[in-house]
């Protein structure tokens, strides 16, 4: 079957999810055409490396003219109202358009307002948390498991700066070279802080926990400058808390050893726990968180 794609957002991530889209169609099963590429601009309708445009318009008149079977969703996050992607999901979903996104802010702030219009469009989000390595969608193939509590690493960042502070670093010289290497924005404040794990928090927490929470309701703290031994910015939730902090880590935690700029999720659960390690960022992993939702859209289709 073919399935026609809107593209918001031609940045790292939007331009990595069209690359790895057209040099990965044999492993897919349907077929994929991007229909038009928006960004602030306007609209491109067909792929080019350089972004110029073929008609203007803002996003919610590309939605209308294209009407297109999939929206993707790779704009920057707004965490004041989360616009204007909340509505655009919304408006998508009303009209059947299935939204697959790697933009947190949306659902960490408006979960439940934009869930309550999922039918016959889905709502993909894989990418949200740990890009390419299951997190949400590790839940969707565990969902019979009642999960008590999820416990994770969810920023890249900081756990690479927590880990070269361990080795003897300091937070300005780590920073620097997190800076360099790519892994942190040169005003990585929304890392630093902690926000940024704690908007994956509440959408893990709302998807897998159940819980009523937005961002604003998770107890946040961020990297101290002076950590003491081994420390991990964790982000943790059950039923009765959720919060992010920095917490010092025993030799034998299973956390112990997840360095640098991976990630880990624990879910704790009635019949057992799983833990998955793996790259939590980037525009190719997040490219692969979503088109992981693309295929679990359109293969299982109901
Ligand atoms: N980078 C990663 O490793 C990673 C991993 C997982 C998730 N994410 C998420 O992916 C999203 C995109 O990140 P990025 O690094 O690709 O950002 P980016 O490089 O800054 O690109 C953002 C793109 O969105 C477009 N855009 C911004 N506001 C828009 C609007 N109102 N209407 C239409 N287009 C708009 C921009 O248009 P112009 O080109 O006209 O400015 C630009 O093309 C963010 O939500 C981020 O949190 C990123």
Redesign the pocket.
């Known amino acids: 079957m073919l399935y026609r794609l809107l593209v918001?957002?031609?940045?790292?991530?939007?331009r990595a999810f069209v690359n790895e889209l057209s040099s990965r169609k044999n492993l897919l099963e349907d077929d994929y055409l991007i229909s038009g590429i928006?960004?602030?601009?306007g609209v491109m309708k067909e792929v080019r490396e350089q972004?110029s445009v073929d008609y203007h318009a803002?996003?919610f008149t590309a939605l209308n003219k294209e009407s297109p079977d999939i929206i993707v969703d790779?704009?920057?996050?707004n965490y004041s109202d989360g616009e204007?992607s909340k509505s655009l999901y919304i408006e998508a979903l009303k009209n059947g358009i299935h939204v697959i996104t790697?933009?947190?802010?949306p659902l960490a702030l408006f979960y439940w307002d934009i869930v309550r219009y999922v039918g016959k469009g889905k709502l993909g989000f894989q990418?949200?948390v740990m890009?390419g390595t299951p997190s949400v969608n590790l839940y969707r193939i565990v969902g019979p498991l009642k999960v008590h509590s999820i416990r994770g690493i969810l920023n890249s960042t900081t756990n690479f700066i927590l880990t070269k502070m361990s080795e003897g670093l300091s937070y300005d010289e780590v920073l620097r070279m997190a800076v360099e290497l790519g892994l942190a924005e040169p005003e990585p404040s929304l890392d630093i802080s902690g926000i940024d794990a704690a908007a994956k928090l509440a959408i893990l927490s709302n998807f897998i926990l159940r819980k009523k929470i937005t961002i604003n309701d998770i107890h946040v703290e961020g990297v101290p400058k002076n950590p003491r031994g081994k420390m991990k910015l964790i982000a943790y939730a059950d039923r009765d808390t959720a919060y992010v902090k920095p917490e010092e880590i025993e030799s034998h935690d299973i956390f112990f050893n997840v360095n640098d700029s991976m990630n880990a999720l624990t879910l704790k659960g009635d019949i057992q726990d799983i833990t998955i390690i793996g790259v939590g960022?980037?525009?190719r992993?997040?490219a692969l968180g979503m088109l992981s939702d693309l295929t679990l859209i359109t293969r299982y289709r109901t």
């Open positions: 918001f957002g031609y940045g790292k991530v939007g928006v960004t602030t601009k972004f803002d996003p790779a704009m920057p996050g204007p790697c933009n947190k802010a990418a949200t890009s960022g980037g525009p992993s997040a």
